[in-house]
């Protein structure tokens, strides 16, 4: 089994695909890391790999667009697990904080410390990597540079943790999912899905949601994304929790369709949330 995630080594992408391996009993695994979300979603889509994991939503900075993008665009690709993954963010580097003048990280990282970086390296300049371990590999052997990661990252990299935790948020996490190739099941306890509706009228997102509120479905998340064809026209990505069986989430599908230029379906799933032990690393 060849699974593919966000990659170099020590980033959480790789807490999570082992996370989410030992969840799913895969055995043996060779973890392959990638440089980007869609390289990830690439090499299972083309074959090179089993299975991927790929962050989806961040409890601070939302939905991972490069995901749900990719989600939309691959429709032989499946939901298997989810796993959501307590984020600590480290300040690691080769020198004090004091002589830190750049700081580098992914994005989203860089973001969801933002306050903690403006009131302790007020001065340093910000810079945005492919992940928060490539930040570490390229602050090695610099006294000047730090980079936002994971306290593994540092080991693996072989730098200092000059400051932990430093996420502005203590409940900051992150989901990912496990994806494989073949069909999307309906029956799962969370289940997640997209749509664009055939019209842009006054109701027709209220009508197309009441499909789900009439079978008693509770939706845990609903986000935007522009479908990329015109200005003002969205895909609405949801999750349902499906608490009484598939047959309600059936009911609903047939009544949404008919509303709907395009409905993706992308797997019913368990989800598992993990907790953090007394070293900072994830625990299931």
């Known amino acids: 089994m060849h699974?593919?995630?966000l990659g170099p080594v020590g980033t959480y992408g790789e807490q999570a695909a082992r996370q989410l391996a030992t969840l799913e009993g895969l055995d043996p695994v060779v973890f392959v890391p990638k440089m980007g979300i869609r390289s990830v979603i690439q090499a299972l889509a083309q074959g090179d790999c089993e299975a991927a994991v790929v962050p989806v939503e961040n409890?601070?900075?939302?939905?991972?667009?490069a995901c749900l993008d990719a989600l939309w665009e691959h429709p032989d690709l499946a939901v298997a697990r989810a796993v959501v993954l307590p984020i600590r963010h480290a300040l690691v580097g080769g020198g004090p904080i004091e002589a830190v003048s750049e700081v580098l990280s992914h994005p989203q990282a860089l973001a969801q410390c933002s306050l903690w970086?403006?009131?302790h390296c007020a001065g340093a300049l910000q810079l945005p990597t492919s992940s928060t371990a490539e930040a570490a590999r390229m602050v090695r052997g610099s006294r000047f540079r730090a980079a936002v990661a994971s306290r593994e990252a540092a080991v693996e990299h072989g730098l200092e943790v000059l400051a932990?935790?430093?996420?502005?948020?203590?409940?900051?996490?992150?989901?990912?999912?496990?994806?494989?190739?073949g069909p999307r099941s309906s029956d799962g306890p969370l289940v997640s899905l997209a749509f664009s509706l055939q019209a842009n009228r006054p109701g027709a997102l209220l009508e197309a949601l009441g499909c789900f509120a009439s079978q008693g479905l509770n939706m845990s998340r609903i986000e935007?994304?522009?479908?990329?064809?015109?200005l003002g026209e969205y895909l609405f990505f949801v999750d349902l929790e499906l608490s009484a069986g598939s047959q309600p989430l059936e009911r609903a599908l047939t009544a949404l369709?008919?509303?709907?230029?395009?409905?993706a379906l992308f797997g019913a799933y368990p989800l598992t949330n993990l907790a953090v032990d007394g070293a900072g690393s994830a625990i299931a």
């Open 117 to 119: 970086l403006a009131e």
């Open 59 to 65: 409890s601070v900075e939302g939905g991972v667009t």
């Open 257 to 263: 369709r008919p509303l709907c230029e395009h409905l």
């Open 3 to 5: 699974l593919a995630f």
């Open 224 to 230: 935007s994304r522009p479908s990329k064809r015109e």
């Open 164 to 181: 932990y935790p430093i996420n502005d948020v203590a409940g900051n996490c992150t989901r990912f999912l496990l994806l494989r190739r």
